[in-house]
């Protein structure tokens, strides 16, 4: 079956922003958790260095981020080429369920800070 080359540039110029979008959150997560690490430095129990874990978990997220990003990249490549292409669900519900954490943890940070 023939396909019309201009829609298929589309498709993978589509592809293409969509793992930019998932990389550019990714950059902007490890940043943050950088920026969290060197400028909070107060932690709401002396033993316990919930800045240290809330940074590390931010920009591990960040991390996790880019690579579920080039792995839908290349996995919608891959089906692009082949004319199959099926919408993306397991990366989707982990990156929510992740950012879900994140943002409990973060709001649970903020509270032991202005509690202590």
């Not at 919930?50 to 960040?62: P, Q």
């Not at 004319?83 to 994140?102: D, E, K, Q």
């Amino acid at each position: 079956m023939d396909t019309d080359p201009d829609s298929r540039a589309r498709t993978h110029l589509a592809n293409e922003r969509t793992f930019l979008a998932w990389f550019r959150t990714g950059v902007t997560l490890i940043a943050l958790g950088l920026a969290a690490a060197q400028f909070l430095t107060r932690n709401a129990d002396p033993g316990v260095p919930l800045v240290r874990i809330l940074s590390t978990l931010v920009i591990g997220t960040g991390a996790a981020a880019v690579v579920i990003g080039l792995y839908r990249y290349r996995s919608g490549r891959r089906q692009i080429d082949q004319l199959g292409f099926l919408p993306a669900w397991t990366s989707i519900t982990v990156a929510a369920g992740a950012g879900l954490v994140l943002a409990v943890l973060g709001v649970t940070f903020v509270w032991l800070l202005r509690s202590g």
